[in-house]
C-alpha cells in the first residue's frame, strides 16, 4: 500500500510540477516607468497624427435670437487642421495593461457656415480652437493562444473646457449672437468623436498590426528562437513584465523540449527602464540547437596557444605520456577537435552558473602533406562554475574548473594511462588558464556599460 500510494503522490506531483511549470517563461522582460516615459514619445506621435485625421459630422439647427427672431444654421465641411498632445503620459495599471493621459491638448478645425433669417440667406466661414483637452484612455493588455499579444480600449474618455469658435462673413456677427449653443453642441461632438476614433485606431490599426508580428525568428541558417508569450503581459503599479517562452529551436525540425524552464524571479528594482531575464531554460535550449546543428564544434591549434606558457602542441610532448607517438609520427604538429557529445546543460542558481560539460578531444597529428592522421579520442568531463555580476554598471564574471576527468575513448597509437596527462591538464587549468581568464575579464567583450538604459539578470528564484 505504501508503494502504490507513493507511486500516486508521484504521479500527481509530476501532473503539478507540469502545471505549474508549463507557463514559466525562459526569458522576460520589464518595462518600467522610465521605459513607458521613452516609449511615450514615440507612441503619443502616432496618436497625434491619428487624432488630427478625425472626421467631425455636419451641424444644423434653429436658434431663437433675441430681435431677430428663428435662425436656421448648417456647418458643414469640419476640417480638422491639427491636434497637439504636447502632455502625455502612459503608466501601467495593474491587472489591465496602461493608462495613457492626455491633458491640456489643443486642436484647431475650420469648416462652413450657412444660415437662414426669414428670407434671407447667407454663408461664411468659421475657425474653431479647442483648449485644454483631457483624454483618458485604458488599454487592457493580453494575449492569444498562439502567444501574441492583444490589445483592446477598455475605458476612455475626453472632456474638453474651452471652445471658442469664430464666424466671419456678413453674418458672422449673426453667429456670434448664440455661440455658445454652437459651441456646446461641437464640444459633446468632439468629445465622443475622439473617443470614437481612439478604439477605432487600438482596435483597426493597432492590434491589426500587432497580429502581424512574429513570434519566431530565424537567428542563423540552423536555428531560430521562440518569443511568444506564455502568459498575459502583468502590469503593476511600477512596471510592465512580459514573460516570453525563450526557446531555441533547430529549423529542421522543432522537438518538444525535455525539461520545463524554473520558475524566474525578478528583484523589486524599478531603476532602469527595461530588465531583461533569462532562465537557464533559455540557454539550455540553445545548447540543444547548436548541438543539433553540429555548431559545437572548436579546433585547438599551435597558434591559439600562448607562446609564454611553455607547452607546444606537437607529438614530442605528448610522446611523454604515449611512448608509441615518438615512432609512429615523430616530430609532427597536432591539433585537437572538441565536441560535444551531448548538449550542455547547466544550472543557474543563486550562487552562479554553473555546468558539467562532457567534451570529446579528437586528437590529430598533422602530416608533413598536411593530412590529418587520427591519434586518439579522449572524454573530458568537469565542472565549470561561473559567476556573473553587474557591478556599478560593468559586467563582470568569474570562472572556476573543478578537477578535469579525462578517459581514453579510443586510441589508433595503442593504449594508454592518462593518469598523468590529466594531472597535468588540472595543473595547467589552475595555474595557467584561470588566472587568465579571470584576470582579462571574460565578458570584457560584453563591453562596458556606463549608465546602462538596461540591465540583464540571470536569476531563478532560489533554489527550493
Ligand atoms: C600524405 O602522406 C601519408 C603518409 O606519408 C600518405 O599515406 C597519404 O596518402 C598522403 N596524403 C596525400 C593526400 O597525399
Ligand atoms: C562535480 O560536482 C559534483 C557536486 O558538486 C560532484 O558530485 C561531481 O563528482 C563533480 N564532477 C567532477 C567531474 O568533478
Same mark, same amino acid.
Given at each position: 500500500?505504501?508503494?502504490?500510494?507513493?507511486?500516486?503522490?508521484?504521479?500527481?506531483?509530476?501532473?503539478?510540477?507540469?502545471?505549474?511549470?508549463?507557463?514559466?517563461?525562459?526569458?522576460?522582460?520589464? &518595462?518600467?516607468?522610465?521605459?513607458?516615459?521613452?516609449?511615450?514619445?514615440?507612441?503619443?506621435?502616432?496618436?497625434?497624427?491619428?487624432?488630427?485625421?478625425?472626421?467631425?459630422?455636419?451641424?444644423?439647427?434653429?436658434?431663437?435670437?433675441?430681435?431677430?427672431?428663428?435662425?436656421?444654421?448648417?456647418?458643414?465641411?469640419?476640417?480638422?487642421?491639427?491636434?497637439?498632445?504636447?502632455?502625455?503620459?502612459?503608466?501601467?495599471?495593474?491587472?489591465?495593461?496602461?493608462?495613457?493621459?492626455?491633458?491640456?491638448?489643443?486642436?484647431?478645425?475650420?469648416?462652413?457656415?450657412?444660415?437662414?433669417?426669414?428670407?434671407?440667406?447667407?454663408?461664411?466661414?468659421?475657425?474653431?480652437?479647442?483648449?485644454?483637452?483631457?483624454?483618458?484612455?485604458?488599454?487592457?493588455?493580453?494575449?492569444?493562444?498562439?502567444? *501574441? /499579444?492583444? &490589445?483592446?480600449?477598455?475605458?476612455?474618455?475626453?472632456?474638453?473646457?474651452?471652445?471658442?469658435?469664430?464666424?466671419?462673413?456678413?453674418?458672422?456677427?449673426?453667429?456670434?449672437?448664440?455661440?455658445?449653443?454652437?459651441?456646446? *453642441?461641437?464640444?459633446?461632438?468632439?468629445?465622443?468623436?475622439?473617443?470614437?476614433?481612439?478604439?477605432?485606431?487600438?482596435?483597426?490599426?493597432?492590434?491589426?498590426?500587432?497580429?502581424?508580428?512574429?513570434?519566431?525568428?530565424?537567428?542563423?541558417?540552423?536555428?531560430?528562437?521562440?518569443?511568444?508569450?506564455?502568459?498575459? /503581459?502583468?502590469?503593476?503599479?511600477?512596471?510592465?513584465?512580459?514573460?516570453?517562452?525563450?526557446?531555441?529551436?533547430?529549423?529542421?525540425?522543432?522537438?518538444?523540449?525535455?525539461?520545463?524552464?524554473?520558475?524566474?524571479?525578478?528583484?523589486?528594482?524599478?531603476?532602469?527602464?527595461?530588465?531583461?531575464?533569462?532562465?537557464?531554460?533559455?540557454?539550455?535550449?540553445?545548447?540543444?540547437?547548436?548541438?543539433?546543428?553540429?555548431?559545437?564544434?572548436?579546433?585547438?591549434?599551435?597558434?591559439?596557444?600562448? *607562446?609564454?606558457?611553455?607547452?607546444?602542441?606537437?607529438?614530442?610532448?605528448?610522446?611523454?605520456? &604515449?611512448?608509441?607517438?615518438?615512432?609512429?609520427?615523430?616530430?609532427?604538429?597536432?591539433?585537437?577537435?572538441?565536441?560535444?557529445?551531448?548538449? /550542455?546543460?547547466?544550472?543557474?542558481?543563486?550562487?552562479?552558473?554553473?555546468?558539467? /560539460?562532457?567534451?570529446?578531444?579528437?586528437?590529430?597529428?598533422?602530416?608533413?602533406?598536411?593530412?590529418?592522421?587520427?591519434?586518439?579520442?579522449?572524454?573530458?568531463?568537469?565542472?565549470?562554475?561561473?559567476?556573473?555580476?553587474?557591478?556599478?554598471?560593468?559586467?563582470?564574471?568569474?570562472?572556476?574548473?573543478?578537477?578535469?576527468?579525462?578517459?581514453?575513448?579510443?586510441?589508433?597509437?595503442?593504449?594508454?594511462?592518462?593518469?598523468?596527462?590529466?594531472?597535468?591538464?588540472?595543473?595547467?587549468?589552475?595555474?595557467?588558464?584561470?588566472?587568465?581568464?579571470?584576470?582579462?575579464?571574460?565578458?570584457?567583450?560584453?563591453?562596458?556599460?556606463?549608465?546602462?538604459?538596461?540591465?540583464?539578470?540571470?536569476?531563478?528564484?532560489?533554489?527550493?
Amino acid at each position: 500500500m505504501g508503494v502504490q500510494s507513493l507511486a500516486v503522490a508521484c504521479g500527481a506531483l509530476a501532473l503539478c510540477l507540469a502545471l505549474t511549470t508549463a507557463t514559466n517563461p525562459g526569458f522576460m522582460v520589464r &518595462i518600467t516607468q522610465a521605459g513607458l516615459d521613452y516609449a511615450n514619445q514615440h507612441g503619443i506621435a502616432i496618436l497625434e497624427k491619428e487624432l488630427a485625421q478625425l472626421k467631425m459630422p455636419d451641424i444644423s439647427g434653429d436658434s431663437r435670437v433675441l430681435r431677430v427672431g428663428k435662425v436656421h444654421y448648417e456647418l458643414s465641411r469640419l476640417r480638422l487642421r491639427d491636434f497637439h498632445l504636447p502632455y502625455s503620459r502612459i503608466t501601467p495599471i495593474s491587472n489591465m495593461g496602461l493608462q495613457v493621459s492626455i491633458s491640456n491638448a489643443f486642436a484647431e478645425l475650420d469648416g462652413d457656415w450657412r444660415v437662414k433669417v426669414f428670407f434671407v440667406r447667407d454663408h461664411g466661414s468659421f475657425n474653431l480652437k479647442v483648449e485644454n483637452i483631457y483624454i483618458k484612455i485604458i488599454l487592457r493588455l493580453g494575449s492569444d493562444t498562439n502567444g *501574441k /499579444p492583444t &490589445i483592446s480600449t477598455a475605458d476612455c474618455s475626453a472632456r474638453i473646457s474651452k471652445v471658442r469658435v469664430l464666424f466671419s462673413g456678413k453674418f458672422g456677427w449673426l453667429y456670434n449672437l448664440f455661440h455658445s449653443a454652437i459651441e456646446s *453642441k461641437l464640444r459633446k461632438n468632439l468629445e465622443s468623436k475622439v473617443c470614437d476614433n481612439v478604439v477605432k485606431s487600438v482596435h483597426n490599426d493597432l492590434q491589426t498590426y500587432i497580429q502581424t508580428l512574429p513570434v519566431t525568428a530565424r537567428i542563423d541558417d540552423k536555428t531560430g528562437i521562440d518569443y511568444s508569450l506564455v502568459a498575459p /503581459p502583468k502590469a503593476t503599479t511600477q512596471s510592465l513584465d512580459l514573460a516570453l517562452k525563450g526557446e531555441f529551436y533547430s529549423l529542421g525540425h522543432r522537438s518538444t523540449v525535455p525539461f520545463s524552464p524554473l520558475p524566474l524571479a525578478f528583484p523589486s528594482d524599478h531603476e532602469h527602464m527595461v530588465y531583461f531575464g533569462a532562465s537557464s531554460y533559455f540557454f539550455n535550449t540553445a545548447g540543444i540547437a547548436y548541438h543539433k546543428a553540429g555548431a559545437l564544434v572548436f579546433e585547438i591549434t599551435e597558434a591559439m596557444i600562448p *607562446k609564454d606558457v611553455g607547452f607546444r602542441l606537437d607529438t614530442s610532448v605528448f610522446s611523454a605520456f &604515449i611512448p608509441q607517438l615518438e615512432e609512429m609520427y615523430p616530430n609532427m604538429a597536432m591539433k585537437f577537435r572538441l565536441s560535444a557529445p551531448t548538449a /550542455p546543460f547547466l544550472t543557474i542558481g543563486p550562487g552562479g552558473i554553473s555546468f558539467q /560539460p562532457t567534451v570529446d578531444a579528437q586528437a590529430y597529428a598533422i602530416l608533413p602533406n598536411s593530412t590529418l592522421a587520427p591519434l586518439f579520442l579522449l572524454s573530458l568531463t568537469g565542472n565549470v562554475s561561473a559567476v556573473i555580476n553587474v557591478r556599478s554598471g560593468r559586467i563582470v564574471g568569474s570562472l572556476d574548473v573543478g578537477r578535469i576527468r579525462l578517459s581514453l575513448k579510443d586510441s589508433t597509437v595503442g593504449t594508454f594511462q592518462v593518469r598523468m596527462m590529466q594531472s597535468l591538464m588540472n595543473i595547467m587549468t589552475s595555474s595557467t588558464l584561470l588566472p587568465r581568464l579571470n584576470g582579462e575579464n571574460l565578458l570584457g567583450g560584453m563591453g562596458v556599460l556606463q549608465h546602462p538604459p538596461f540591465t540583464l539578470l540571470l536569476q531563478v528564484a532560489p533554489a527550493h
